[in-house]
């Protein structure tokens, strides 16, 4: 995993400066709320396996120039499986940590403290089950992106609380040689505090 997350990260990193040549600030961030998983197909057979809603925690630290941001952004999603129609799943827990680079635009309104907007990921998700009949756990680690919406509020000259959505969609996870989908349906809320 650290052969694909660390490349990911450096790069990153080093594509934040590129916004240097405009008036930028810097910031950091941290959200959490419910990770929504979606019924995954597994080896073509839809809805094969069902899960309860979940969580999910986010922590990104990025620059703002103008109504652009671009950050780098680490995630854990958690979510217990609720139905099967396999044997081996019921009972399991699936777990995930994502490592993405995210661009927004945000659409600023005048005289409001209310700035929506739209945004986009690419990066990985390192995904596992374990519990129930799987024994020990399984890994998987694959390409995800993700895009989103929400509006930010502006609480104070440096903070913001954000309130989004974001659809997040890594490619099948290989769980014990079986194919499984894990996008999912996320709704946060977060403080965003600038420098």
Same mark, same amino acid.
Do not use: N, W
């Given at each position: 995993m650290k052969k694909i997350v660390m490349p990911l990260?450096?790069?990153?990193?080093?594509? +934040?400066?590129?916004? *240097?040549?405009?008036?930028t600030t810097p910031y950091v961030s941290a959200s959490g709320g419910l990770g929504l998983l979606n019924n995954s197909t597994v080896d073509g057979v839809n809805d094969a396996i069902t899960y309860k809603t979940g969580y999910l925690a986010n922590g990104a630290v990025g620059l703002k120039a103008d109504n652009t941001?671009?950050?780098?952004? +680490?995630?854990?999603? *958690?979510n217990d499986v609720d139905t099967?129609?396999?044997?081996?799943?019921r009972g399991a827990h699936v777990s995930m940590w994502t490592f993405m680079a995210n661009g927004y635009v945000d659409f600023t309104t005048k005289d409001s403290n209310l700035?929506?907007?739209?945004?986009?990921?690419?990066g990985v998700a390192d995904a596992s089950i374990s519990g129930g009949n799987w024994g020990d756990s399984s890994g998987s680690t694959e390409f995800a992106w993700q895009v989103g919406a929400g509006v930010g509020i502006?609480?104070?000259n440096k903070m913001?609380?954000?309130v989004g959505y974001r659809y997040l969609s890594p490619s099948d996870a290989t769980f014990s040689g079986r194919q499984v989908s894990l996008a999912s349906s996320n709704i946060l809320?977060?403080?965003?505090?600038?420098?």
């Open positions: 990260l450096v790069a990153g990193l080093f594509a +934040i400066p590129s916004l *240097s040549q405009a008036a941001r671009i950050e780098a952004e +680490i995630g854990y999603h *958690s099967s129609v396999y044997s081996g799943p700035t929506p907007y739209v945004m986009g990921g690419l502006k609480a104070s913001t609380v954000d809320v977060g403080i965003r505090c600038a420098f």
